[in-house]
Structure formats: structure tokens, C-alpha cells
């Protein structure tokens, strides 16, 4: 499941069902969507209302993003598609400079311990992948 594309209509419906299950039971779209500790932490908290008002709001956040934004957050480094690269294509060197430029404030967010070493790779990583 941690290499599959992820579905947001399947991670909306699982928020929902976190959110209207009266058996405490909430978190199954964090586990869905490859988030394994934060899914614990709303299985820990589930006497609580927290975790069901979280769910329904997450749930309605999956459905009104767009299909690239929510791939871009959930999906990253999964394609469905092989990608194709042509050397005729060019590079444009402005895109090329803001995504440097990108890359280097995220490294000085690492170094001031504002994100983990892990988030800086994976913003890093999909920054890189905007190049091609």
C-alpha cells in the first residue's frame, strides 16, 4: 500500500467514517495516506472528541483540493505513468533558478531545525521533479 497511488475520494470516505463511527475507531485515512504515527496518535485520542472533529474537517479538505495538489502532497515519488524524458526538451533557466532558490531556503529552514532532515528531502525531491 506505500507504493500505491492514493485516492483522495477514499481518503475523504475513511475521514468521514473516523468522524461518524461511534465506536471509537478514528484515524484509518492517516494510515491510508502513509502517516502511520499520526494515525496512533488519533487512535490514542479517540476517547476524545479531537480526533473525530479533525477527520471531518480533513475529510472536506480532501475533497475540495484539486487532484494535483493532494498528489503532490500524498502521492509523491508514486507515478502512474512512466515518465519520459527527451533531451529536445528545454530547461527554462528562470524555472531552473526559482527552484535553486527554493531548494536553498529549505536548507536554511533545516538548519535553523525548523524541518527534519526527512521533510527537507521530500520538498526537495519533489521540487527537483518540477525541473523535467
Known sequence: MLNKLKNRKIAALL??????????????????????LW?????????????????AIEGAWY???D????????????????RIVSSSVGVDPAKVGAIADAVRQLDQLRADGLISEY???????QLLDRIV
Do not use: C
Request: glycine fraction near 6%.
Open 15 to 36: 475521514a468521514f467514517a473516523s468522524a461518524a463511527n461511534p465506536i471509537p475507531i478514528s484515524g484509518l485515512h492517516k494510515f491510508y495516506l502513509g502517516q502511520p
Open 67 to 82: 487532484s494535483e495538489e493532494f498528489d503532490l502532497k500524498f502521492n509523491s515519488g508514486v507515478t502512474s505513468e512512466p
Open 39 to 55: 494515525g496512533i496518535l488519533y487512535m490514542l485520542l479517540a476517547w476524545t472528541p479531537i480526533p473525530k472533529i479533525a477527520s
Open 119 to 125: 521533510e527537507f528531502e521530500q520538498k526537495r525531491r
Open 63 to 65: 475533497l475540495v483540493q
